[in-house]
């Protein structure tokens, strides 16, 4: 099946710090979508990119779709300590397009230290 | 309004009883899913409903497992004679509906933590 790649798995980073976080693909995605999960709660969605090249702002975050369609990375400028969660990559499978049958990747672990 | 709930939150069973898990999507939502998340792991897609029907069960894991979804709202994952290897969280998913040009948002339910000892 569809396997997503992200890097790195987990990160420890000082309060006011922009972090870095990326998602790959072996295959095409048309669609990249990044969610992160609190403790305990379902993922939320951040951003959604659907356009290769596109760069998308969502307050302090920011995403890019790559040119390939096969990378996609997210930033978070001047990290605070809510940022703490699970960030994860998602796509529908090439085959399906506009479909919503998700393919998500392992997850990066963020941990602020104050 | 209220969002996607899950019931129950945690269920402790044990090997080789069945369970059933419940998904109250957003009102109005045509589309629901399911989803598996092991420990420390990502989302594992499972079946997808749009209204009652579903058109992709290939993330079901085995014959063991199975989902209905009733009137277009409510969903029903049933998981018969568990396993240890079944002990996950287990994540629903409603959104609006399928659109042809945009991925619709899915907004996720709490989860049930599933343990089967």
């Known amino acids: 099946g569809q396997q997503l790649n992200q890097s790195p798995q987990s990160m420890f980073i000082q309060e006011g710090e922009d972090v870095s976080m990326n998602c790959t693909s072996s295959?095409?995605?048309?669609?990249w979508l990044w969610y992160k999960q609190d403790p305990g709660e379902g993922p939320v969605l951040l951003i959604a990119?659907?356009?290769?090249?596109e760069l998308t702002s969502n307050g302090r975050l920011t995403a890019q779709f790559g040119i390939t369609r096969k990378d996609s990375f997210l930033n978070i400028s001047a990290s605070i300590p809510s940022d703490v969660g699970i960030y994860f990559c998602?796509?529908?499978?090439?085959?399906?397009?506009?479909?919503?049958?998700?393919?998500f990747g392992p997850g990066t672990r963020l941990s602020v230290l104050p | 309004g209220a969002g996607v709930s899950q019931s129950p939150s945690n269920k402790v069973t044990e090997k080789g009883k069945d369970v059933e898990l419940r998904c109250d999507p957003i009102?109005?939502?045509?589309?629901l899913y399911w989803y598996r998340q092991s420990l420390g792991q990502g989302l594992e897609f499972l079946i997808y409903?749009?209204?009652?029907?579903?058109?992709?069960k290939s993330g079901l894991p085995s014959d063991r497992f199975s989902a209905e979804r009733t009137g277009g709202s409510v969903s029903t994952l049933t998981i018969q004679r568990t396993q240890q290897e079944d002990s996950a969280v287990y994540l629903c998913?409603?959104?609006?509906?399928?659109?042809?040009?945009?991925?619709?948002?899915?907004?996720f339910g709490p989860g049930t933590r599933l343990t089967v000892l």
């Open positions: 998602a796509g529908p499978p090439p085959r399906d397009n506009y479909g919503q049958n998700f393919v």
């Open positions: 990119l659907y356009k290769a090249g």
């Open positions: 409903f749009q209204g009652n029907s579903a058109p992709d």
């Open positions: 295959s095409i995605f048309n669609t």
């Open positions: 998913a409603s959104s609006l509906r399928r659109t042809s040009t945009h991925t619709d948002t899915q907004y």
């Open positions: 009102s109005g939502h045509t589309a």
